[in-house]
């Protein structure tokens, strides 16, 4: 980083380091609605499953 007086380094540190945080953050919120979504998708074919059973029993 030449040309950069001490002050612009430290800025531009600080700003790189926010920048990771709210990218780390923004990560843990995807894997977390991503579990939510596997969740709903699977009690889903389980109700789905458990109807067919039940439809089958009834023929």
């Not at 007086?5 to 920048?19: F, K, M, N, V, Y």
């Amino acid at each position: 980083m030449t040309g950069l007086s001490p002050q612009d380094r430290e800025r531009l540190q600080r700003a790189a380091d926010e920048l990771e945080a709210t990218l780390d953050r923004v990560t843990q919120v995807g894997r977390e609605e991503t579990r939510k979504q596997r969740r709903r998708k699977l009690g889903a074919m389980i109700i789905f499953a458990l109807f067919v059973a039940l439809l089958a029993l009834a023929l």
